[in-house]
Structure formats: C-alpha cells, structure tokens
C-alpha cells in the first residue's frame, strides 16, 4: 500500500494550554504559528508517523506583557529555543475513535516522551475537493520535566503556578495531492 502525507491545515487548526494561576483559575494560551504532518498507510491512520512543529514566537495569552515574560529566559526561552517539536513513536487505535498518541516532544533542548489522547472527528471533502480529516488532541505535561521551572509565591507561601500544562489541539489535516 502506497504511503499518504497529510499536511496540517493550519488556517483550520488551532493549539492551545491552560495553566493554573494562583491554583483558583486558569490561564488559557495558544500558539498562532505551527505546521506539521503525519505519514499513513494509504488513508488508515493506525501506526501514522506524526511530526508537529511550533514556533514559540507565537506564543498568544492576550497579554502581551505576559507573552514576553513567557518567550524569555524564565519561561521558554525563544531566543535560544525557537521551536518546540513532537515526533510520534505511536498511534494506536483503543477503541471506536480514540487513539493513543505516543511521542517524544522536545521543549527547551530536553526531550521526553509524552502519551496524549486523539479523537477522529472524521473526513470531509472541502469545496476544492481536498480530502481533510480532523483530529482533536489533548494531554497533560509537566513543564518541570522541560526545565520550565521558573515559579513565584503567593503571599500564602503556595504556587502562583501550577506545573502541570493541559494541551488541547484541534487538527485539520489535508491529503497531499499526489
């Protein structure tokens, strides 16, 4: 069976974090630039190799002195670390339209393996007659395990963040044409 590349369609795809602030709310974030692909066995997505690229640059809170202070040296370093990557292990169908994505992401120069959950929302054929194919992606990492570690206290002596990141990404994917 011959092999299909799947572009991300990023005008149609979005990738977001929240984080915890001050433990009794949650900050919500997004990164506005990022491509990647995924390579499948004609169009069976079992066992797709996935790579995912994004630009730190874009990081976006709506504030953007927050968004400064998180592409410095406390936070992502973007300078140093433009770019955060995924590249799958993994992707294995657990039942009905749930997948189990295993990776290695790599944030900061460190790279971990990561389990993330991915649900098939379906394939449509756009008004070009593109074949696309959505996916929603969500997980939980720990940014200590990336050396992001960087924490204030509140006047408690708590956190003023929480360490664990939820990531929630919603795909588009579109067949490369042949």
Same mark, same amino acid.
């Given at each position: ?8 369609d ?26 990647? /692909?995924?390579?499948?066995? *004609? ?9 995912? $690229? @994004? =630009? ?13 202070h ?53 394939? /449509?054929?756009?008004?070009? *007659? ?9 997980g $939980? @990492? =720990? ?8 924490n ?12 664990k ?14």
């Open positions: 069976m011959s092999k299909t590349i799947w572009n991300v990023a005008l149609h795809s979005e990738v977001q974090f929240k984080v915890k602030h001050l433990v009794i709310s949650t900050v919500t974030g997004s990164f506005k630039s990022f491509s990647g /692909e995924a390579i499948t066995e *004609g169009d069976q997505f079992e066992n797709a190799q996935i790579t995912f $690229t @994004i =630009d730190v640059n874009s990081v976006d809170t709506g504030q953007p002195g927050r968004d400064e998180l592409r410095n040296a406390d936070f992502f370093e973007a300078d140093t670390y433009p770019q955060f990557t995924f590249n799958s292990t993994s992707f294995t169908q657990i039942k009905g339209d749930l997948y189990k994505l295993v990776g290695d992401l790599t944030i900061k120069g460190i790279t971990k393996e990561v389990e993330l959950e991915a649900e098939y929302g379906g394939t /449509e054929r756009d008004h070009f *007659g593109n074949t696309k194919v959505g996916f929603e992606v969500n $939980t @990492i =720990d940014r200590k395990d990336f050396n992001v570690t960087f204030s206290l509140t006047e408690t002596g708590g956190l003023a963040l929480g360490e990141i939820k990531v929630n990404a919603n795909i588009q994917l579109a067949r490369q044409a042949e």
